[in-house]
């Protein structure tokens, strides 16, 4: 290749790669402690065996024996999808002790590997268990280079006609090229990527240059982007994206911001590019200002993809974006608007809390998320206006722990982690949300500025570093009479959550006492502490809110009257299952707070779940109906319909859901009509849509697409018209034309036109040809586009199908293992969440519990995520089973 950085000139190489590892930054503060250096760690140590994945004990082997890793790669492109990618590497480092073969990771065909050179002399390919192995012969104390030649491995190339991008997280980069594949060996990365000219392309660090090639060169009607030394990051957070993108440039604040995408819809971009990049804006401000740190990177640039794996993922210089969620039009609610704010702002608080200072090892992933998400809250709070932080934090957190905190298979906040192959099975609801809700209760018993403090010192003392959870721990501790170490170990360290129970004593001279009990949902004797708030309202209508701290298993508060209603959890601060009184069932719009209202749908729910008798699924639904009409706040709408939709689908039986049902759509359409709100009126007609079961219902569903007229005052786009499309298709609505090929033709944007193909075979009527769309995920090839995936199952596997897709169940259990192995890190919940979550049947439940029965040894945390998704179904299955009522 004619670069103006030749790989090969291994002089150059060698000097640019250490001049590379030199440039790493120095820390932020004075203060910062830096990792010891590599002479000064003590006796050499064995080198462990070389055996599959990223074994913890490799990782500490190798943190204690190599320093100053630079990395200097050239990827040469082509625009075929199906050819194969060159990849001429060098790999810089320090050795403290060369006594031992170094393993570089790299998890594909021993044939990518072409040639390897060690200081300058050529050494045999040693590539066994997803290892190269540089022999301890070649290597020398002190610096060495080592010089790869390869074809890169697809894994993680998200490989598509005109584009690819990588996604690296948690232990991937190794299915590229070899790396030291573990978070605590941060390194500087410079890169070249040779291109199709008509490509645009972005990686972390800032274009220094590039050569368009001549057709008399090498390379004609190509193009080289050669990229300035990256900051020193982990090698989870290398990246890159090429491809037919338009780029977007913008400065605020000073601050240029690049973003590149595909978007063709002009009003998405008309009523987007400026929020975009305003909301990216507005979290670095009150990133900046919360933790007294200037952002700390070279640049600050985005990707957009269309049907990305993630909401997003936080590369340095380069996150990554879904791009239908950063891109809305006019008919956008308010939950997805706050959504996209919470989704930038995670995204950039991951800028201080994971790409400045991250996890040593990934056991503690869930601390770079638990700030991520937390900071996202504080700053959708004052970037958004109107935003309802406390209710916003109830909606988004509570029902999805909840979701996995309630099952046989939840796990603590920090989990154990021996191998980085398995490090995807730790990301989950209870790091993305209870883990949230944990921290705003340290916060609440430290206090604010005292927590602030304290994470200001996290981040100064371990910038550009790795830390641990018991790190944070001590400085945080340091700060508070309150015992940390004991409240860490039920908070963080194990799982599960309390049940309460309440009962009021007293009455002589007018003195009351509201004396609050909990015990572990698992019959074990932990307790949580906590505090979380109470009204109480008398048979005259006067309240008072109470602050209940529970600090062992039963808390008594004095109270100044005989309550008539007690209602818990107001301020939606407390975690676990309160109880709700029958009488609450059917006043919660009652109450004025949203936040105690949003609170007590998700207590009602809870309980429901339970098998509380008096608060059974036709009963809550039933109180559901009377509230659809009376809920004033959208999000709490959002809530509310959800929870219905999931009790009619899942938790009735078939009679009682086609007793229901006409009186359902009526009640909801009824609710449409009469609210003022076009964001609520848009919800409404969602779960219509959901829940749409006579033939009348359907008909005018059917109308409504035809003519693509929505119902007055509610607002539809080509998405909402697609997804209305795919909802008549699953009913078999007897068109006189098809219905998906007329939306197909509809569709403009090549993207959204190849999901609508790749969704149509899931939705025929033909069972033979949804029969071989299923087949076809057995196939690796057919599994690339996650998202696409996980949406065709919801459709195969819809309530209304299930007498035909309940046979896939057996085989789509026995793909796990291998969608752990090949998919990203929440495709295997993403995978059985999609495929069990609809089910009630008692034959689909003794499918799943005979699959855990014949594999005793399965792998625990793969076991952990299907007793998670099936937890809704053996639930159903018991619930449908018992007195109807």
Same mark, same amino acid.
């Given at each position: ?6 790989? @090969?000139?291994?002089? #150059? %190489?060698?000097? +640019?790669?250490?001049?590379?590892? *030199?440039? $790493?930054?120095? &820390? =932020? /503060? ?34 204690? @024996?190599?320093?100053? #890793? %630079?990395?200097? +790669?050239?990827?040469?492109?082509? *625009?075929? $999808?199906?050819? &194969? =990618? /060159? ?48 022999? *301890? ?5 002190? /610096? ?742």
């Amino acid at each position: 290749m004619k670069l103006r950085l030749r790989i @090969n000139n291994r002089a #150059v %190489a060698v000097l +640019l790669a250490l001049l590379a590892a *030199a440039c $790493q930054r120095q &820390p =932020i /503060a004075q203060t910062v402690i830096a990792s010891p250096d590599a002479a000064s760690q003590g006796p050499a140590r064995p080198t462990p065996p070389v055996e599959k994945g990223v074994a913890e004990t490799l990782a500490v082997a190798r943190k204690h @024996n190599l320093s100053r #890793v %630079a990395y200097q +790669l050239s990827f040469s492109i082509p *625009a075929q $999808q199906s050819a &194969p =990618i /060159a990849v001429e590497e060098t790999v810089a480092f320090t050795l403290r002790d060369a006594g031992a073969p170094v393993l570089l990771d790299f998890k594909a065909p021993t044939a990518n590997l072409h040639s390897v050179e060690v200081n300058g002399q050529p050494v045999p390919v040693d590539h066994r268990h997803e290892h190269l192995v540089l022999p *301890a012969a070649a290597l020398k104390a002190g /610096a060495n280079v080592a010089e790869i030649r390869l074809t890169a491995g697809e894994q993680s190339l998200n490989r598509s006609a005109d584009y690819l991008y990588t996604l690296l997280v948690p232990d991937r980069a190794r299915t590229v090229f070899p790396v030291f594949d573990q978070p605590d060996l941060k390194a500087v990365f410079t890169l070249a990527l040779t291109l199709p000219r008509t490509w645009q392309a972005v990686a972390n660090a800032p274009l220094a240059d590039s050569t368009a090639h001549t057709a008399d060169g090498l390379l004609p009607g190509r193009k080289t982007y050669f990229f300035a030394p990256s900051d020193s990051i982990s090698t989870y957070l290398f990246s890159f994206a090429a491809g037919k993108f338009a780029r977007e440039s913008r400065t605020l604040n000073g601050r240029p911001m690049n973003l590149l995408h595909r978007e063709t819809d002009p009003a998405k971009l008309r009523l987007s590019l400026g929020p975009i990049s305003q909301l990216h804006a507005d979290a670095l401000s009150f990133m900046e200002q919360y933790t007294n740190i200037k952002y700390p990177f070279q640049k600050f640039d985005f990707v957009a993809i269309p049907d990305f794996q993630y909401g997003g993922m936080e590369h340095v210089g380069a996150i990554d974006y879904k791009a239908s969620t950063l891109f809305l039009d006019e008919g956008a609610t308010q939950d997805q608007v706050l959504a996209r704010a919470n989704l930038v702002a995670h995204e950039t608080a991951h800028m201080w809390f994971g790409d400045l200072v991250t996890m040593r090892w990934f056991n503690d992933v869930w601390m770079k998320e638990v700030f991520a998400n937390f900071m996202a809250d504080k700053i959708t709070q004052v970037a958004v206006k109107n935003a309802s932080y406390d209710l916003k934090f109830v909606v988004d957190h509570y029902p999805a722990a909840y979701g996995v905190d309630r099952t046989a298979g939840a796990n603590p906040i920090r989990q154990p982690l021996a191998n980085l192959q398995d490090a995807g099975s730790l990301y989950g609801n209870i790091i993305y949300h209870k883990a949230p809700i944990m921290m705003r209760q340290l916060e609440r018993l430290m206090g604010p500025e005292a927590f602030r403090a304290g994470l200001q010192e996290y981040l100064r003392t371990y910038a550009r570093g790795n830390a641990t959870w018991p790190d944070l721990i001590n400085i945080l501790d340091a700060r508070t009479p309150a015992d940390l170490q004991a409240w860490n170990q039920v908070w963080v360290n194990q799982p599960g959550r309390p049940v309460f129970s309440y009962r009021i004593s007293g009455g002589h001279d007018q003195r009351y006492g509201l004396y609050v009990t909990q015990t572990a949902e698992d019959g074990s004797d932990r307790l949580w502490p906590q505090e979380f708030d109470v009204l109480i309202e008398s048979a005259s209508g006067e309240q008072q809110q109470l602050t209940v701290k529970m600090d062992g298993q039963e808390k008594g508060v004095r109270i100044p009257f005989l309550p008539k209603r007690v209602v818990f959890n107001v301020t939606g601060l407390g975690y676990g299952v309160f109880p709700v009184a029958p009488e609450v069932l059917g006043t919660v719009t009652q109450l004025k707070s949203p936040v105690a209202r949003a609170a007590t749908y998700v207590n009602l729910y809870e309980n429901m779940l339970r098998g509380e008798a008096a608060i059974a699924p036709l009963k809550l639904l039933t109180a559901y109906r009377q509230a659809l009409a009376l809920e004033p706040e959208e999000l709490n709408l959002k809530l509310l319909t959800g929870q219905a939709s999931a009790i009619f689908w899942q938790f009735l039986s078939p009679a009682q859901r086609q007793a229901v049902g006409p009186g359902l759509e009526a009640d909801v359409w009824a609710a449409m009509l009469k609210n003022p709100a076009a964001n609520s009126k848009k919800q409404l007609f969602k779960v219509y849509q959901s829940v749409t079961l006579t033939k009348a219902a359907q008909a005018r569903l059917y109308r409504i697409w035809q003519t693509e007229k929505a119902p007055v005052g509610v607002k539809l786009t080509e998405d909402d018209y697609t997804a209305l499309a795919l909802a008549l298709a699953v009913r078999d609505y007897p068109a006189p034309q098809p219905i998906l090929p007329q939306q197909l033709a509809r569709i403009k944007n090549v993207d959204r036109r190849q999901r609508l193909e790749f969704l149509m075979p899931a939705l025929s009527p033909n069972v033979a040809t949804r029969d071989a769309f299923f087949a076809s995920l057995k196939d690796e090839k057919g599994r690339e586009k996650e998202a696409w995936v996980t949406a065709a199952l919801g459709y195969l596997h819809h309530p209304l199908r299930q007498a035909t897709s309940e046979k896939y169940l057996p085989a789509s259990l026995d793909l796990l293992e291998e969608i752990q192995l090949t998919g990203d890190i929440f495709f295997p919940y993403s995978w059985l969440q999609a495929t069990l979550g609809s089910y009630q049947s008692a034959s689909a439940a003794a499918t799943v519990r005979a699959f855990l029965r014949a594999h005793h040894g399965y792998n625990p945390q793969l076991r952990a995520k299907l007793l998670q998704a099936a937890d809704d179904l053996f639930r159903a299955e018991k619930l449908v089973a018992g007195p109807k009522s």
